[in-house]
């Protein structure tokens, strides 16, 4: 195997070499690019150096070397190597590397802290047993072995720090051809994690140009092993669905989710508004709409989102949101024949004193396709009414039921002043209370 030189030698001006041999359908090139270059701070370069030292080769490994490929900077970067994790623990002390302790040990994960950065580092595997959730591995020094148990092409390629991509099964072919397919047989690579189905789906809208062209035997396997997402944690899948949710092509892979008989397994409704969900699709679209957003299309009731937390553990933001766009998708709506069409909004958000309503109405706006009240809502802070109860005590009234009552009906003239009337104004409204009568 070829053994990398140190990281940052490689000259930063040239983009690709061309294609290199093809042996065990390994095809490799040449990788020299900013984005590539970037990665390499003071932490990697002293990473790979003590790899080096060590003769234990390290590549990064899965969607990083995919989004270098694509002239992205990943956000994240993974790592893999033939040294085991008692290896890694050895060199990596000795050179006085800070471990930071967490629960991937066992499934062969290490991760390093060099210069203020972890580094997170797994030994090549095997799968031994798998039970569509989790998978027993066995360790390897076989890059191939451990491309062969990645889910998807485009996912199982490796790169080393020369610049030298490592494909085995036509990943950068794929890529280069908007093509999303599973690394061997999908009915097995889906069988071995069930959750294969969704990421199918994520990266289909992350990748492909234009909706519609998928190979036949991925969604036979996909209908056929949909009931496998049952066994699956609602963590997880929401995880998952979120980002479809933010991806392209949303309208036609929910649509897919449904007709594929896999929305029953992971908390969607079975008479979902699907023509709801292709209005609000397009209403979003460029808007950055929160996941929950454009998910609340597809329920008709309140009820529909009770279950959907109750399936994937949705947070309390999440669920609040959706149970607010259910019910006032209707009727909470712009000011027809009014100069102030966004007053409704701002009512609401007045009445509501809850930090979070701005929020809401901006993603209701966004589900309404209202787009220039959403500029306008955006560029509006909520005002703070301009008296209070002390004002009022100090205006003689000193029941707290009465101070209470004066303060609601305070509020609504200064609504209905579109937020204008000052202190002084509202409090001219306030009726004194009479003097006591005098002693006799």
């Known amino acids: 195997m070829r053994r990398c030189p140190r990281p940052w030698r490689p000259p930063l001006s040239c983009a690709w070499s061309g294609l290199g041999l093809l042996t065990r359908g390994l095809v490799t090139m040449k990788l020299q690019t900013p984005e590539f270059q970037s990665l390499f701070t003071d932490g990697l370069k002293s990473l790979t150096e003590l790899f080096v030292k060590e003769k234990q080769e390290l590549r990064i490994a899965g969607g990083a070397g995919r989004d270098l490929l694509n002239g992205v900077k990943p956000q994240d970067v993974d790592f893999a190597t033939t040294a085991t994790p008692a290896q890694m623990k050895d060199l990596l002390q000795a050179a006085g590397v800070r471990l930071i302790h967490n629960k991937g040990e066992r499934h062969g994960t290490i991760t390093a802290r060099l210069h203020e950065e972890n580094f997170e580092i797994t030994t090549l595997r095997i799968d031994v047993v798998t039970d569509g959730r989790h998978a027993e591995v066995e360790f390897t020094t076989d890059w191939q072995k451990d491309a062969e148990r990645r889910d998807l092409t485009i996912n199982s390629m490796f790169l080393g720090f020369d610049g030298t991509l490592f494909d085995y099964f036509n990943g950068y072919e794929d890529l280069k051809n908007k093509k999303v397919r599973f690394v061997g047989h999908a009915k097995q690579r889906i069988q071995e994690d069930y959750l294969r189905i969704l990421r199918y789906f994520r990266f289909y809208g992350r990748i492909v140009d234009k909706p519609g062209d998928h190979d036949p035997d991925t969604l036979e ?9 049952a066994g699956i944690s609602g963590e997880r899948i929401w995880v998952e669905l979120k980002k479809v949710l933010v991806g392209n092509h949303v309208n036609h892979l929910i ?8 929305a029953p397994y992971i908390g969607l409704p079975a008479n979902a508004s699907l023509d709801e969900f292709h209005k609000v699709s397009k209403n979003v679209e460029g808007f950055s709409p929160k996941p929950m957003t454009l998910l609340a299309s597809l329920f008709k009731v309140q009820d529909d989102v009770t279950k959907l937390d109750l399936r994937l553990k949705i947070s309390k933001e999440e669920k609040n949101l959706g149970l607010f766009i259910v019910k006032h998708r209707n009727d909470l709506v712009k000011a027809v024949d009014s100069s102030e069409p966004l007053k409704p909004y701002q009512d609401y958000i007045i009445d509501c004193r ?7 109405v901006c993603e209701l706006l966004k589900y309404q396709g209202e787009h220039g009240l959403l ?6 802070s909520v005002p703070p009414l301009p008296v209070s109860g002390h004002d009022i005590r100090k205006a003689g009234i000193s029941s707290g039921k009465e101070i209470g009552a004066l303060l609601q009906q305070l509020r609504e003239q200064w609504k209905k002043s579109g937020y204008q009337m000052e202190k002084d104004e509202l409090l001219g409204s306030v009726r004194k209370p009479p003097p006591p009568p005098p002693s006799p």
Do not use: F
């Not at 396997?221 to 997402?229: F, H, P, R, T, V």
């Not at 809850?354 to 809401?360: G, K, L, Q, V, Y």
């Open 255 to 262: 649509q897919l989710i449904y007709d594929l008989g896999v």
């Open 354 to 360: 809850d930090p979070e309503a701005s929020t809401r």
């Open 375 to 380: 500029k306008a809502m955006q560029q509006w």
């Open 221 to 229: 396997a996909i209908a056929e092993n949909a009931k496998g997402l």
